[in-house]
């Protein structure tokens, strides 16, 4: 898809004109100096200038400057200096330019210039920052001749209108054609509004903004400059550009305290005291061994925290280095921690391990983490977040209500009067209201994957009323701390909700988790660590596969026939088999492998009239397959073909054979049932190599058993 040819131009237009409008308030000086002075210029000047603008860097040989839009390059050149917008490079650009330069050309001013101790293996950076300490501007200009080179200026004045206009740091056009190439997707159903009414707050979030980016480049000098501007920077009354500070305040105060600068460190910190912040000056007072400092600190963190987290923080570090107390709040509560044994199996992926042995006792495991609150709280507050004016512009996703802290404050009593319905019993019609008006429509909060409306429905019938309203609310005052940390899984069972968090060995419980664990608690919920343990489970239940298939490769073949037996304790539980319809011709070398012809899958199924079923016999279990990533593949990629996930743990009987059985020259299936005298009447035909798989995997777990009974004897004797 081509661009018109006054694309960047007439978007340029647009953002200046709605900038102007909605921003009146916010703009200074030197923003209107700037759109009236462009607006000034002829149509080709003007798309020169948009053009620069859209491009990376302030910098740019003249050379490149020629587009179709331009009528004369040269007059525009020269009227755009004249006015200011770009001027002829000078010493101050120096790092600049020399970071353009291309690494050839670097290394061929250095030979021109004479500038010895280089080395052609030297990075880019590396080599720029030698010349820039090693050979004065004036030679090098004479060497580079800066005439070929135009400086755009009033750069940071088109970034903060662009600020404005989007919500985002962006130096560049470049989202608009994102947007229209459709790379990136927006949200068509929102129109531009102004974000800030507040000049101080747009200015100081601009400033906080545009110092993370510099800072993320990791430069030293970038900190270095940053700390200098946090220190000398202004107090502004908002929330949302306190926050930012305290962002940038603790990234910078990271960087000192790496470089063992702890006195800089704790004041950068000071100039922003955030939880987290407060938290750093607690830990290095304490390691410098200013002990009355840091207890006063923490007190005071304690009296009036900043959010729970802080609290918690502060009075588990206060009872442990001031009280006596030897261990931590989160290492005390994994200490008292349920334990749960668990197949190896699940070791990549123990929730799901977790998940079998709670649905095994009778529970509905929902795999809910932060995504369910999430989806809960956007669900009931969709109108506030999505539909009041919070998203600023068709670019926006995340409502500004909750970045700047000002949603509960903005919707106070619409809160109170969801929140009162939460606690009556009567917010499940509201929010199934919500769901079938806005099903699948995007947005910033939650996905829709996590919306389960039984799972909801018996969550608001059973989970106490109260405590949903706590969360709830919580999430209202400040969502950016609230949004992470809760547990792995949610558990119903009759009229019971627990929700748990599954700690693997060597797992670590984070303060966001403690925290939310608490507050589920003290709202009443049942909440608790679960650990695991990971050993042979006799118990376990697997599920042996095979499939058939027009072809190797799953992105072309197609499955023809799929066979599934349930196993457990070495037995079979039960089977499951059918034929497909692949919805292509099977070739002749298939069939005579298989037997399976093209007449007997005309009528069979289709696979997305049997996925339903599939996956239902599949859950809980573990897929066993021999060499199972073909038959775990293909079946991935049909349900993929049905746009849905597909993720279980695997086994595989003919690594495991290798391991447990080594020193045979063929692990394929047919030798190995020759060997081991296994039935096989009807190779390559699914339920038969199924029931063949099964029994090389009662094989592989009499080995496995057999190496838990060795290691306990060897344990013992110790």
Not at 225 to 242: F, G, P, R, T
Not at 637 to 647: G, I, M, N, P, V
Not at 691 to 707: F, G, P, S, T, Y
């Amino acid at each position: 898809m081509l661009l018109p040819t006054y694309y960047y131009h007439d978007h340029f237009a647009e953002m200046l004109a709605f900038v102007e409008g909605a921003y009146d308030g916010v703009l200074d000086d030197a923003h209107r100096a700037f759109i009236k002075n462009f607006r000034g210029l002829n149509k080709s000047e003007q798309c020169l200038y948009v053009r620069m603008a859209n491009r990376r860097g302030r910098i740019f040989p003249r050379v490149t400057l020629r587009y179709a839009e331009i009528e004369n390059i040269d007059d525009a050149i020269e009227t755009l200096r004249v006015q200011e917008f770009i001027r002829a490079i000078d010493e101050q650009d120096y790092d600049a330019w020399l970071s353009l330069l291309k690494k050839d050309d670097l290394l061929a001013l250095a030979q021109s210039a004479d500038v010895k101790d280089i080395k052609k293996s030297w990075s880019k950076p590396k080599l720029a920052q030698h010349l820039l300490e090693n050979l004065d501007y004036e030679l090098a200009a004479e060497i580079l001749n800066p005439r070929a080179y135009v400086v755009q200026e009033r750069g940071e004045v088109v970034e903060f209108l662009l600020y404005l206009y989007f919500g985002k740091t962006f130096d560049d056009l470049k989202s608009f054609a994102l947007r229209d190439l459709g790379v990136i997707g927006t949200n068509a159903a929102t129109t531009f509004s102004a974000r800030f009414t507040d000049r101080d707050e747009a200015h100081g979030a601009y400033f906080y903004h545009t110092m993370l980016d510099r800072i993320g480049t990791g430069r030293d000098s970038a900190y270095e400059q940053a700390a200098d501007a946090l220190m000398n920077a202004k107090d502004i009354a908002s929330d949302y550009v306190h926050t930012l500070k305290g962002r940038a305040a603790y990234k910078i105060g990271q960087f000192f305290e790496k470089h063992a600068a702890f006195d800089q460190a704790m004041f950068i910190y000071r100039c922003a005291p955030t939880p987290e912040n407060n938290e750093r000056v607690v830990r290095i007072l304490h390691k410098q061994g200013d002990r009355d400092a840091a207890k006063d600190l923490l007190e005071r963190m304690i009296d009036d925290p900043g959010s729970d987290d802080e609290h918690n923080f502060a009075s588990d570090f206060y009872a442990r280095h001031f009280e006596g107390k030897r261990i931590g709040a989160c290492t005390d509560l994994l200490r008292k921690a349920q334990n749960i044994a668990i197949d190896e199996i699940h070791r990549n992926a123990p929730e799901e391990g977790v998940a079998g042995i709670f649905r095994r006792d009778g529970w509905r495991v929902e795999h809910v983490e932060n995504g369910f609150w999430q989806a809960l709280f956007g669900l009931i507050f969709w109108d506030e977040l999505f539909e009041s004016g919070q998203l600023h512009n068709g670019f926006d996703w995340f409502p500004h209500a909750l970045k700047n802290k000002t949603f509960a404050k903005t919707f106070a009593a619409e809160i109170e009067t969801k929140l009162a319905a939460i606690r009556a019993g009567k917010a499940l019609p509201h929010v199934l209201k919500t769901i079938a008006t806005h099903w699948d429509k995007p947005n910033g909060i939650f996905g829709w994957y996590y919306v389960d409306i039984d799972a909801i429905r018996d969550f608001l019938a059973h989970a106490p009323k109260d405590g949903v309203a706590r969360i709830v609310e919580l999430m209202t005052r400040d969502y950016a701390s609230m949004h992470d940390g809760f547990p792995d899984l949610l558990l119903i069972r009759d009229n019971e909700i627990r929700f748990t968090e599954v700690k693997a060995q060597g797992d670590v419980i984070r303060r966001h988790q403690l925290t939310r664990l608490r507050q589920l608690q003290t709202a009443g919920f049942h909440a608790d660590i679960c650990r695991v343990d990971y050993r042979y489970d006799p118990e376990q239940i697997y599920t042996v596969v095979d499939i058939e298939t027009t072809g190797q490769h799953r992105d072309f073949g197609r499955i023809t026939e799929i066979a599934a037996v349930k196993m457990q304790g070495g037995e079979i539980i039960d089977e499951w088999q059918t034929l497909l319809n692949p919805q292509r011709p099977i070739p002749a070398f298939i069939t005579q492998l298989t037997g399976i012809t093209n007449a007997m899958v005309a009528d069979a199924p289709l696979f997305s009239a049997v996925a339903d079923d599939l996956r239902a016999f599949l859950a809980d279990t573990i897929f066993v397959a021999h060499n199972v990533g073909f038959d775990y593949g293909f079946i991935a990629a049909e349900y993929d073909r049905l746009e849905q996930s597909f993720r279980m743990p695997k086994f595989c009987t003919v690594s495991n054979m290798r391991r447990h059985y080594p020193g045979h020259k063929s692990y394929s299936l047919g030798s190995l049932c020759e060997i081991y005298d296994i039935e096989l009447k009807n190779h390559h035909r699914a339920m038969s190599d199924a029931r063949a798989a099964a029994a090389l995997l009662v094989m592989i777990n009499r080995k496995r058993e057999d190496q838990v009974f060795e290691d306990k004897i060897a344990v013992a004797a110790e």
